[in-house]
């Protein structure tokens, strides 16, 4: 069973900047896709941001030009550059990862990570 272990979540004040930090049990080339989601109290898990073995990125609406992933496979890792925090990002942040092995795909989830953005 595959272990996503996060990192680097915390609190900080609106306008400021956390990276997030993913390291996977497995190689990081064995997924094919990897990514961010975040759950707020009372509200359904939703992607933040994905990255792609061939290195395409997807960014929910909310967070386009202030959130980055990024992956260092040297490092065996994956993170989530977030700037200019707003309040409405407080949640907890979850790192996925997918392998495909066609027909079935398995996907994988960190423990999660607290990100709390107040003043």
């Known amino acids: 069973q595959e272990q996503l272990v996060e990192s680097g979540g915390g609190l900080v004040q609106p306008g400021g900047s956390l990276r997030l930090s993913c390291v996977p049990s497995?190689?990081?080339?064995?997924?094919?896709?990897m990514g961010w989601y975040r759950q707020a109290p009372g509200k359904q898990r939703e992607l933040v941001a994905r990255?792609?073995?061939?290195?395409?990125?997807n960014y929910a609406d909310s967070v386009k030009g202030r959130f980055t992933i990024s992956r260092d496979n040297a490092k065996n890792t994956v993170y989530l550059q977030m700037n200019s925090l707003k309040p409405e990002d407080t949640a907890v942040y979850y790192c996925n990862a997918i392998r495909m092995r066609l027909p079935d795909s398995y996907a994988y989830w960190g423990q999660g990570t607290q990100v709390t953005v107040s003043s």
């Open positions: 990255i792609t073995s061939g290195g395409s990125r």
């Open positions: 497995g190689d990081i080339f064995s997924f094919n896709v």
